[in-house]
């Protein structure tokens, strides 16, 4: 486990290494000091053949109980515009030298001593990293995180001044809101904050709660679009699974010019000897229609073929992996048991699994379903397959009756060894997600799912019963049918359960969930509950309700706990956007508040001017 949560700080150690109704809408571009002022620069444009230099320096650390992990670089970094692929879209060679690391990654000498390569394009996103084939794939995300750090989007259209942009670290998707900081100065100087995790990927998924302590990141940019020229930021964040915090992760980074004439330091790949990784595309391998040879193997050399792909190590093998079994499956509908009966026996080794059972939820032929619900409940399968099989039956397509019934026997199978608590908490967890996907295709099937997941949560008898019964429900989406239950739970005699009964109650949303939370906050006595009612009164697809924003801002002042403050704070930022009243009680609680993280927490939604 502590080196999982390592990972996690990995993932966020560079300045994105490791939400939405407003980003669908526009933030209001704030008036500038001067109105003559000239608007930022609101594309990147480059030419070939242009070289900047930098020293960058980043760090992390990341607590986890009693563990804590130490994750440092510094480096050389130059970046050489290759070539132009479209008017929008510029192909860059990043390279690194004396590079001096500390941490998790043993050695990054071998996979830094060829170029990596970005695709940029004119908001100065990045839109893809390729990587030779010799980087490892633990080496390659690091490296990849470190670059997602330096991404500044300059997203605003002519005179904006403030903008929010949706962007993705190694952690999973996120808003960063950018503000000019100082229209009439040249260079132009930027901040960029991380406002809310939309998604947090991995298999925690949604269930993994992700807090932004503090996000600040200051950038200076050449006003016609060349680049950056600095970068300073500092991110801390917590994590949290069912209530209960996984780790503590600090992370800064910067990035200043070079004076030298060096040249370029590194070689660059081939483009036969790169690995591209764009995860906006990973979805589109899947679909691309079976080449006559691969339908033409026999069972053997197809696994065999597959195995090979999935075992390669980077993310292009991977993908045409999934591809390969895919296009088998539907073609060879029989072939679905062989492949849970290779599993079963090790023929597919352990690093190609998962992959495995994503194709045959993916095929979505009846023989596949039938080959999942058959794995469901083999015995012989190791508990960590028996829940992939769980979590693919909830979303395969046309999912039918037998699959809701596995799912409920699985579900309901005796308390016993922690491998099969884990697997019934995984099967109550899937028929919520199982109802969500067929709510409106398959309404009698979703009944039965809402009363399934009644029974469960009226006759269960541990905490963790209780506990997966929430998140089912949670996962399911429909208030209608379940806020009233999921709320008495708020009466719960254990915290833990009402946190969660807090959270599945934000999850659902709607002015009756809303009611229930905020009339519980201020009967609460345990900090951490009243901490996840506040961030569970947070839509990601709205803002706060109106009485939600009254109740924050009347109990901001006098709340004790320095977290559960932040968590009123965001609640109040978040709504500042569109509700004057809560600017108000931001700017009133920035003049008294002692806390100076709490401080800077309130300045990502106010100007510094509405501060003074």
């Given at each position: 486990?502590?080196?999982?949560?390592?990972?996690?700080?990995?993932?966020?150690?560079?300045?994105?290494?490791?939400?939405?109704?407003?980003?669908?809408?526009?933030?209001?571009?704030?008036?500038?000091?001067?109105?003559?002022?000239?608007?930022?620069?609101?594309?990147?444009?480059?030419?070939?053949?242009?070289?900047?230099?930098?020293?960058?320096?980043?760090?992390?650390?990341?607590?986890?109980?009693?563990?804590?992990?130490?994750?440092?670089?510094?480096?050389?970094?130059?970046?050489?515009?290759?070539?132009?692929?479209?008017?929008?879209?510029?192909?860059?060679?990043?390279?690194?030298?004396?590079?001096?690391?500390?941490?998790?990654?043993?050695?990054?000498?071998?996979?830094?001593?060829?170029?990596?390569?970005?695709?940029?394009?004119?908001?100065?996103?990045?839109?893809?990293?390729?990587?030779?084939?010799?980087?490892?794939?633990?080496?390659?995300?690091?490296?990849?995180?470190?670059?997602?750090?330096?991404?500044?989007?300059?997203?605003?259209?002519?005179?904006?001044?403030?903008?929010?942009?949706?962007q993705s670290d190694e952690l999973g998707e996120y808003a960063a809101t950018y503000r000019v900081a100082a229209p009439d100065v040249t260079p132009l100087e930027l901040t960029k904050q991380r406002n809310r995790y939309l998604q947090v990927d991995g298999p925690m998924g949604s269930n993994l709660k992700t807090t932004i302590v503090e996000s600040q990141t200051r950038a200076t940019v050449d006003p016609g679009g060349r680049w950056m020229q600095r970068i300073d930021g500092v991110e801390h964040l917590t994590l949290r699974f069912q209530g209960k915090v996984l780790a503590d992760v600090r992370a800064t980074t910067h990035l200043s010019p070079r004076a030298d004439d060096a040249p370029f330091p590194r070689p660059v790949p081939a483009d036969g000897d790169l690995v591209w990784e764009d995860p906006k595309t990973d979805a589109g391998v899947a679909?691309?229609?079976?080449?006559?040879?691969?339908?033409?193997?026999?069972?053997?050399?197809?696994?065999?073929?597959?195995?090979?792909?999935?075992?390669?190590?980077?993310?292009?093998?991977?993908?045409?992996?999934?591809?390969?079994?895919?296009?088998?499956?539907?073609?060879?509908?029989?072939?679905?048991?062989?492949?849970?009966?290779?599993?079963?026996?090790?023929?597919?080794?352990?690093?190609?699994?998962?992959?495995?059972?994503?194709?045959?939820?993916?095929?979505?032929?009846?023989?596949?379903?039938?080959?999942?619900?058959?794995?469901?409940?083999?015995?012989?399968?190791?508990?960590?397959?028996?829940?992939?099989?769980?979590?693919?039956?909830?979303?395969?397509?046309?999912?039918?009756?037998?699959?809701?019934?596995?799912?409920?026997?699985?579900?309901?199978?005796?308390?016993?060894?922690?491998?099969?608590?884990?697997?019934?908490?995984?099967?109550?967890?899937?028929?919520?997600?199982?109802?969500?996907?067929?709510?409106?295709?398959?309404?009698?099937?979703?009944?039965?799912?809402?009363?399934?997941?009644?029974?469960?949560?009226?006759?269960?008898?541990?905490?963790?019963?209780?506990?997966?019964?929430?998140?089912?429900?949670?996962?399911?989406?429909?208030?209608?049918?379940?806020?009233?239950?999921?709320?008495?739970?708020?009466?719960?005699?254990?915290?833990?359960?009402?946190?969660?009964?807090?959270?599945?109650?934000?999850?659902?949303?709607?002015?009756?969930?809303?009611?229930?939370?905020?009339?519980?906050?201020?009967?609460?006595?345990?900090?951490?509950?009243?901490?996840?009612?506040?961030?569970?009164?947070?839509?990601?697809?709205?803002?706060?309700?109106?009485?939600?924003?009254?109740?924050?801002?009347?109990?901001?002042?006098?709340?004790?706990?320095?977290?559960?403050?932040?968590?009123?704070?965001?609640?109040?930022?978040?709504?500042?956007?569109?509700?004057?009243?809560?600017?108000?009680?931001?700017?009133?609680?920035?003049?008294?508040?002692?806390?100076?993280?709490?401080?800077?927490?309130?300045?990502?939604?106010?100007?510094?001017?509405?501060?003074?």
């Amino acid at each position: 486990m502590r080196r999982a949560r390592i990972g996690a700080a990995l993932a966020f150690a560079g300045v994105a290494a490791l939400v939405g109704l407003y980003l669908r809408r526009r933030e209001p571009a704030l008036a500038p000091p001067d109105a003559s002022a000239p608007a930022p620069a609101a594309r990147c444009h480059f030419a070939a053949g242009d070289v900047w230099s930098y020293q960058l320096s980043s760090s992390a650390e990341e607590t986890a109980g009693e563990d804590s992990a130490q994750e440092s670089l510094r480096a050389k970094v130059w970046f050489r515009v290759e070539r132009e692929v479209s008017p929008t879209e510029w192909r860059v060679a990043v390279a690194m030298s004396d590079v001096v690391h500390d941490g998790v990654l043993r050695e990054l000498d071998a996979p830094t001593a060829k170029a990596m390569v970005v695709r940029v394009n004119q908001a100065c996103a990045f839109a893809g990293f390729g990587f030779d084939k010799s980087v490892p794939v633990d080496a390659r995300r690091y490296l990849r995180g470190q670059l997602r750090d330096l991404e500044i989007v300059l997203a605003g259209g002519p005179g904006a001044y403030v903008w929010v942009s949706r962007q993705s670290d190694e952690l999973g998707e996120y808003a960063a809101t950018y503000r000019v900081a100082a229209p009439d100065v040249t260079p132009l100087e930027l901040t960029k904050q991380r406002n809310r995790y939309l998604q947090v990927d991995g298999p925690m998924g949604s269930n993994l709660k992700t807090t932004i302590v503090e996000s600040q990141t200051r950038a200076t940019v050449d006003p016609g679009g060349r680049w950056m020229q600095r970068i300073d930021g500092v991110e801390h964040l917590t994590l949290r699974f069912q209530g209960k915090v996984l780790a503590d992760v600090r992370a800064t980074t910067h990035l200043s010019p070079r004076a030298d004439d060096a040249p370029f330091p590194r070689p660059v790949p081939a483009d036969g000897d790169l690995v591209w990784e764009d995860p906006k595309t990973d979805a589109g391998v899947a679909a691309a229609a079976p080449e006559p040879a691969t339908i033409a193997m026999s069972v053997d050399d197809a696994t065999a073929k597959f195995v090979a792909l999935a075992t390669a190590g980077d993310t292009a093998s991977s993908q045409e992996s999934l591809a390969l079994l895919i296009a088998y499956l539907r073609a060879h509908p029989d072939a679905a048991d062989e492949v849970v009966a290779r599993i079963r026996r090790g023929a597919i080794p352990p690093a190609a699994q998962s992959t495995a059972f994503l194709a045959l939820e993916k095929a979505g032929t009846p023989r596949a379903q039938e080959a999942l619900r058959g794995a469901l409940k083999d015995g012989k399968l190791d508990g960590t397959n028996r829940m992939r099989a769980a979590l693919a039956l909830a979303d395969v397509p046309s999912p039918s009756k037998d699959t809701f019934e596995a799912l409920r026997d699985a579900a309901r199978s005796p308390a016993g060894s922690q491998s099969n608590d884990l697997l019934r908490g995984t099967a109550t967890r899937a028929l919520g997600r199982l109802q969500k996907n067929v709510g409106r295709s398959q309404p009698e099937l979703a009944a039965s799912i809402r009363e399934e997941l009644e029974r469960e949560l009226r006759d269960a008898r541990s905490p963790d019963a209780v506990g997966s019964a929430l998140d089912a429900m949670g996962n399911s989406g429909d208030a209608t049918a379940y806020e009233e239950a999921v709320a008495r739970k708020l009466e719960d005699e254990s915290p833990l359960l009402r946190a969660q009964a807090a959270r599945t109650l934000g999850k659902l949303g709607g002015a009756a969930a809303t009611k229930a939370l905020v009339d519980r906050f201020g009967r609460e006595p345990d900090p951490l509950v009243r901490e996840m009612i506040a961030d569970a009164l947070i839509p990601d697809d709205a803002p706060p309700l109106d009485f939600a924003v009254a109740m924050a801002a009347a109990a901001v002042a006098s709340e004790p706990d320095v977290n559960v403050r932040g968590a009123l704070l965001r609640l109040l930022g978040e709504a500042s956007k569109g509700d004057a009243s809560a600017k108000v009680a931001l700017v009133t609680q920035f003049r008294r508040e002692q806390v100076a993280s709490l401080k800077a927490l309130i300045g990502r939604y106010c100007t510094a001017a509405e501060l003074r």
